[in-house]
Nanobody, 118 residues
Framework: VQLQASGGGLVQAGGSLRLSCSAS????????MRWFRQAPGKTRELVAG???????FYVDSVKGRFTISRDNAKNTVYLQMNNLKLEDTAVYYC?????????????WGQGTLVTVSS
């Protein structure tokens, strides 16, 4: 499977963006799809994930502001980001958790840059 992330851009603090992650094949069999981010000079961190049954989870820093969803019919996972803060600036990556359907390896998209300005 290949992943294509899009939707990043420049936004003012308090604004919103919606990221999309389009997969090259059906995503319904993937147990978890996730969004990570990597800020300059920092390690990549998990932001949110969603299970095959559409149960979401979030890191504390984005709870109440970000919403992850998946559309299996469109093979796409979304990350709606509201009330963006300066510290949300990062490259965002979508990810498929490794499974037998991915050859036992995590799959990563190419990343999309989100820049939040004051």
């Amino acid at each position: 499977v290949q992943l294509q992330a899009s939707g990043g851009g420049l936004v003012q603090a308090g604004g919103s963006l919606r990221l999309s992650c389009s997969a090259s094949e059906s995503i319904f069999r993937f147990s978890y799809m996730r969004w990570f981010r990597q800020a300059p000079g920092k390690t990549r961190e998990l932001v949110a994930g969603i299970s095959s049954s559409s149960n979401p989870f979030y890191v504390d820093s984005v709870k109440g502001r970000f919403t992850i969803s998946r559309d299996n019919a469109k093979n796409t996972v979304y990350l709606q980001m509201n009330n963006l803060k300066l510290e949300d600036t990062a490259v965002y990556y979508c990810n498929v958790l490794k499974s037998r359907f991915t050859g036992g390896k995590d799959v990563w998209g190419q990343g999309t840059l989100v820049t939040v300005s004051s």
